[in-house]
């Protein structure tokens, strides 16, 4: 629980995989009709369901996103923000395994990848930009 301006919320995780192939990070473009960040660039992953483990959890929500069979092998980051006056923390996992090629689900128009320098000219989600300046110097 997280108290925020005199509330107390539960905060929301959202869980988002890191694909690299080839010095490139795969990134989707979310719906216009998307209910946050809509027309974003942004990582595939979404919200855990009830009682799921994390990096099964991201596993899932890559292979629902985009038709790709990934294993998340380690935590890469972690921030936190207040979206709407709710807490978020959004997880941010390295992959390995991404094989096939990209399917996507509706909540996405395409997809690209591109290198840290080319996504950080994109309008990404908040989280992106702070993963990139915090975390990853290469690509």
Not at 72 to 78: D, K, L, N
Not at 80 to 96: A, K, S
Not at 114 to 132: A, M, N, Q, W
């Amino acid at each position: 629980m997280i108290t925020y301006n005199s509330h107390t919320y539960k905060m929301k995780l959202i869980q988002k995989a890191i694909i690299k192939r080839m010095g490139k990070f795969l990134i989707l473009h979310r719906s216009p009709k998307a209910a946050f960040f809509p027309s974003h660039w942004d990582f595939p992953g979404g919200k855990l369901e009830q009682g799921e483990d994390p990096r099964a959890g991201v596993e899932r929500e890559v292979l629902e996103e985009t038709g790709l069979r990934v294993t998340a092998t380690a935590i890469a980051g972690a921030y936190d923000m207040v979206l709407r006056g709710i807490p978020h923390r959004f997880i941010l996992y390295q992959t390995e395994g991404s094989v096939g090629d990209v399917r996507l689900s509706g909540e996405h128009t395409t997809y690209r990848c591109v290198t840290r320098k080319g996504i950080l000219k994109l309008k990404t989600e908040p989280y992106i930009r702070i993963y990139f300046e915090k975390h990853s110097k290469g690509g």
